[in-house]
């Protein structure tokens, strides 16, 4: 696997590098900032970016929309966004591009070697990653209207540990339930949305953009 890293700190880069080269990982190319991130993946094409989200010169937003034009000039480009805080605007915009291949994570998670470098290979191969607290953090401001009211507490877990990326036995290790249980969760939550089979899109993935967009 070949990762790009848009990252101003020098050494947390450094350790994400020599962390990815323990887990024979190949780092093409470091940058500290969003145009040297567009450039970078451009020239290598790699199979993930890992970006911050907040980089020179005004350390707001710059890594988000570096990151949102490389999945606007380089559609599909698997994309993990690191954060120091839980900040659910961005994970909503990055998203709303298309879930594939897609994470967010808080860098706190970075410390567990294991969990980061499944995060890593799981959006590298097309899944979709949301740190466990943003998700907590949506689900705190539901609002009136909202698609996700019908939902039952036990589907709203089940959609929220399908936007974080789990399969469907993971789910059922997560909650002790069986996989039969959860796939009638899902299909219900399906239903609940509106996501028919015939429907254009992958049903999954638009029922995490629900969640995500309207938690």
Same mark, same amino acid.
Request: glycine share 12%; aromatic share 4%.
């Given at each position: ?75 599909? $480009? ?73 939902? $039952? ?56 953009? $629900? ?5």
């Amino acid at each position: 696997m070949r990762v790009v890293i848009a990252e101003d700190s020098v050494l947390l880069r450094e350790g994400l590098v020599r962390l990815l080269e323990d887990e024979s990982i190949a780092t093409v190319a470091q940058v500290g900032d969003g145009p040297g991130l567009l450039a970078a993946v451009e020239e290598h094409r790699p199979d993930l970016a890992i970006v911050d989200v907040r980089m020179p010169p005004s350390f707001t937003d710059e890594g988000l929309r570096a990151a949102l034009a490389v999945r606007e000039r380089l559609p599909g $480009t698997p994309i993990l966004v690191l954060s120091q805080y839980v900040e659910e605007r961005y994970a909503t915009d990055l998203i709303g591009g298309g879930a594939e291949g897609v994470g967010y994570l808080l860098k706190e998670r970075v410390s567990d070697v294991a969990e980061f470098v499944d995060a890593v290979r799981r959006i590298a191969a097309g899944g979709t990653v949301i740190d466990s607290e943003v998700i907590g953090q949506l689900l705190g401001r539901r609002r009136a209207g909202d698609p996700l009211k019908d939902l $039952t507490p036990r589907e709203h877990e089940v959609l929220g540990l399908m936007a974080q990326g789990r399969t469907n036995g993971a789910i059922a290790a997560d909650l002790v339930v069986t996989e039969g249980a959860v796939e009638k969760h899902i299909s219900s939550i399906f239903a609940k949305l509106g996501l028919q089979p015939a429907g254009g899109g992958h049903r999954r993935v638009m029922a995490v953009l $629900t969640y995500l967009g309207h938690a």
